[in-house]
């Protein structure tokens, strides 16, 4: 069976990181066919729309999309619905793209270049699991207007709405709860339920759900001190799972106890595990085209989409083994280097990976 894949690498370092990601795809002899198309600050330069139809289009037909990453400063001026980052949060809807995996392992070889000190960090194997299409980032009624009463009438404010549904929360709790079943079998679910009614209600349904899972351990931490307990002993977590914009601010703060952003993938996945799979890190205007990027979390978000999209484990385990293999050679690339490795570019890295791979 012949998987498409949608490769949109986007702006800044996209093109260089994921162009290393599509040679060690082709480099495994499955049956793939990988179609490219622009999407971003360069879909909008040529298309003068972030995602154009045709890229939407392509993204629908594909069995799983290699994403780059999107955005650079002088967008900024756009009006929000042009501007790069709309891209990915339209596919993310299109796509109905809810479930976003992004595990933080700390490999043994970079436990030096962790934040925090080794005996802390070594051994770090976390899955944060964050809702993706609900939220604060989705909710409606959301703007500015004038305050019609109270203390500041007259003045302007802006406003955004926190919400979920019940199906929208039941939906990820399971994927957190599975996901847990095939790990150590704890779960811990971070909300605010002690200030926002979203928050309680998302406690309430967590603890129904896991009702049907007796066998995953099921914990409670509220966002502020999960934000801490993470650099203070972030091994005491296995799996968690929460909302968007707590996901989003966790699991940015869980890839520095990694050494670096650039050695994190993440995988964003719909009911029928379509998936969207990029690195966590951003698009880097200021060192793109320099060939100094660090490949690796492209290369390892290429592995999540072999698992969790192809169903092609085999495949997966070989990529990151390979990963594995060019860190134990002590080939590092400019963000996770230190005295006594060796200093690689972005395809270098690639080279190796590719070298590792046979």
């Known amino acids: 069976m012949t998987h498409t894949i949608a490769v949109l690498p986007g702006d800044g370092i996209g093109h260089e990181i994921v162009e290393q990601a599509q040679r060690v795809l082709g480099a495994l002899n499955l049956d793939l066919t990988m179609e490219q198309a622009p999407v971003g600050g360069t879909a909008y330069d040529q298309h003068g729309h972030p995602l154009p139809e045709a890229t939407l289009a392509l993204a629908k037909r594909s069995n799983a999309i290699l994403f780059g990453a999107v955005g650079d400063w002088k967008y900024d001026s756009l009006p929000r619905e042009h501007r790069p980052e709309q891209a990915i949060l339209g596919l993310r809807k299109n796509l109905g793209l809810f479930a976003n995996l992004r595990p933080a ?42 305050v019609q009463e109270g203390e500041f009438k007259g003045e302007r404010e802006g406003f955004d709405t926190m919400r979920y549904a019940e199906s929208e929360v039941r939906r990820i709790a399971r994927v957190g709860f599975e996901s847990a079943q095939k790990r150590n079998k704890k779960l811990c679910s971070v909300d605010k339920a002690n200030v926002l009614e979203t928050s309680q209600f998302w406690r309430d349904i967590m603890i129904d759900v896991a009702k049907d899972y007796p066998d995953v351990e099921l914990s409670h931490m509220y966002i502020d001190n ?57 698009s ?41 293999a060019v860190l134990e050679q002590g080939l590092r690339t400019a963000d996770i280097f230190e005295a006594g490795t060796t200093k690689v570019s972005t395809s270098q890295m690639g080279d190796a990976v590719l070298k590792a791979l046979n």
Request: cysteine-free.
């Open 105 to 146: 392992i700390l490999y043994p070889q970079l436990a030096n270049a962790s934040s925090l000190k080794p005996e802390i960090v070594s051994g770090l194997d976390i899955l944060i699991i964050r809702e993706l299409t609900g939220d604060i980032y989705f909710g409606k009624p959301r703007g500015v207007r004038e």
């Open 226 to 282: 999960a934000a801490m307990q993470l650099v203070r002993a972030p091994k005491e977590f296995d799996v968690i799972v929460t909302g968007n914009i707590f996901g989003d601010i966790l699991s940015d703060e869980a890839a520095m106890l990694t050494g670096s952003i650039g050695m994190l993938p993440s995988a964003s996945l719909n009911a029928s595990n379509q998936g969207l799979y990029e690195p966590s890190h951003g």
């Open 284 to 324: 880097a205007p200021d060192i793109a085209g320099k060939n100094i990027a660090n490949p690796l979390a492209t290369i390892l978000s290429a592995a999540m989409l072999l698992r969790y999209s192809l169903n092609e484990a085999a495949a997966a385990d070989r990529v990151e083994n390979a990963v594995k």
